[in-house]
């Protein structure tokens, strides 16, 4: 269940929603991303989301990277994302559409990502909108090259969450211990469905997110 709930969002949740800043529309304008700006590792760094579950994952979740390959489909590229959760390592592996500078997975679940101006030359902040049966969410995530990026970035990321009417992105711990290469991946996606479609599950998840802020805030 640990490394399900990470599976796209590696998502974050926070309260206190503020009213969107002037110029919105050009922060939340998606660019232009070439596949080749897509490969590779990419570090988590922050992001925010409306997931259930996404704020207790925040404080439980101390590092996590993908790594993007190719496959033998042009518009098909291969993820594989290894997370670090209560000091213990998992992996997962799923396949994703990508053409337009657009991220698609169609089944078992919808998700759409694209991606937003950043500060960080050799970052990807991506908006993702998902939905499961009746259910629909939306996150905003950073990526990067490398383990950390500027305070102007990370700004940037904050004024773009505000725009979205999305609480203010959590920030991962740059110095925080990364998992190794040599994790045996699962597959996600079919289990992540099975999560975006319980019910009661949300409920406890969101119950879990009050528990967090609470104490923790």
């Known amino acids: 269940m640990k490394c399900v709930a990470a599976v796209v969002l590696l998502s974050l949740l926070s309260l206190g929603l503020s009213a969107p800043q002037s110029g919105c529309d050009a922060l939340l304008k998606p660019i232009t991303v070439s596949t080749e700006e897509m490969l590779g590792r990419l570090y988590f760094i922050g992001g925010s989301s409306d997931i259930p579950g996404s704020r ?4 439980l979740m101390t590092s996590a990277w993908l790594d993007m390959t190719v496959t033998s489909k042009s518009n098909v590229l291969n993820i594989v994302q290894t997370q670090r959760i209560l000091g213990e390592c998992s992996s997962l592996a799923y396949d994703v ?14 998700l759409k990502e694209v991606y937003l101006s950043t500060e960080c030359a050799d970052c990807l902040v991506a908006k993702e909108d998902v939905i499961a049966g009746n259910d629909n969410f939306t996150s905003l995530l950073m990526f990067s090259k490398s383990r950390s990026v500027s305070p102007a970035a990370v700004e940037l990321l904050k004024k773009q969450a505000e725009c979205l009417l999305m609480p203010t992105p959590i920030m991962s711990n740059s110095n925080s211990e990364i998992c190794p290469d040599n994790i045996t991946p699962s597959e996600g996606l079919s289990a992540l469905n099975s999560v975006l479609q319980a019910k009661m599950g949300h409920r406890v998840a969101r119950l879990l997110d009050a528990v967090f802020d609470m104490f923790i805030n």
Do not use: K
């Open 56 to 59: 207790s994952l925040a404080h």
């Open 97 to 110: 559409i990508f053409e337009n500078s657009t991220m698609l997975i169609e089944q078992p679940f919808y």
